[in-house]
T-cell receptor, first 111, second 110 residues
Framework: GAGVSQSPSNKVTEKGKDVELRCDPI?????LYWYRQSLGQGLEFLIY????????KSGLPSDRFSAERTGGSVSTLTIQRTQQEDSAVYLC?????????FGPGTRLTVL | SQQGEEDPQALSIQEGENATMNCSYK?????LQWYRQNSGRGLVHLIL?????REKHSGRLRVTLDTSKKSSSLLITASRAADTASYFC??????????FGAGTTVTVRA
């Protein structure tokens, strides 16, 4: 596709449920990033994948958060046992060099 | 943690006026980037300035970087209604992990 796509665009879930968020990066981009943006705030780095290297997971806020990238392309961010404070927009970005290209985000609401 | 901090938090200007916003950061950087976010187009890269550059232009955008003061400014000249958005600076102290500020919200009044 022409840009980074994310699905779903909106997700409403109940506290305690698990959710999976998907990101399709731009074809050929070796790097993939996940960020979280809370209302009125900047972006908080979560995790970074680069090629076949071990991911940088230093931004994941707790062990309820995990992410994988299959075949160097599509990535899934999983949040287990969701809490209300997990409510935010989750943004995915990909890059070939320095400039990052962002997807439209998934708005997660935990009730 | 957020490394960049934008100032002001919000800015309201008349169409045709210039808008200036500033970004301060804490640690040394390789480069500094500015991004724009609006509801229609999501987060879009505007301009990148490297640590050895002092000024860069792109269309109606002018970015300056002062590494001695750990600060950058973004100037938008001859603003348009379409410039209404939030603007974020992002730094990369370790070459890939961007650290974003909380942003400056710019409103351009017709």
């Amino acid at each position: 596709g022409a840009g980074v796509s994310q699905s779903p665009s909106n997700k409403v879930t109940e506290k305690g449920k698990d959710v999976e968020l998907r990101c399709d990066p731009i074809s050929g981009h070796t790097a993939l990033y996940w960020y979280r943006q809370s209302l009125g705030q900047g972006l908080e780095f979560l995790i970074y994948f680069q090629g076949n290297s071990a991911p940088d997971k230093s931004g994941l806020p707790s062990d309820r958060f995990s992410a994988e990238r299959t075949g160097g392309s599509v990535s899934t961010l999983t949040i287990q046992r969701t809490q209300q404070e997990d409510s935010a927009v989750y943004l995915c970005a990909s890059s070939f060099r320095v400039e990052q290209f962002f997807g439209p985000g998934t708005r997660l609401t935990v009730l | 943690s957020q490394q960049g901090e934008e100032d002001p938090q919000a800015l309201s200007i008349q169409e045709g006026e210039n808008a200036t916003m500033n970004c301060s950061y804490k640690t040394s950087i390789n480069n500094l980037q500015w991004y724009r976010q609006n509801s229609g187009r999501g987060l879009v890269h505007l301009i990148l300035i490297r640590s050895n550059e002092r000024e860069k232009h792109s269309g109606r955008l002018r970015v300056t970087l002062d590494t001695s003061k750990k600060s950058s400014s973004l100037l938008i000249t001859a603003s348009r209604a379409a410039d209404t958005a939030s603007y974020f600076c992002a730094t990369d102290p370790n070459d890939y992990k961007l650290s974003f500020g909380a942003g400056t919200t710019v409103t351009v009044r017709a």
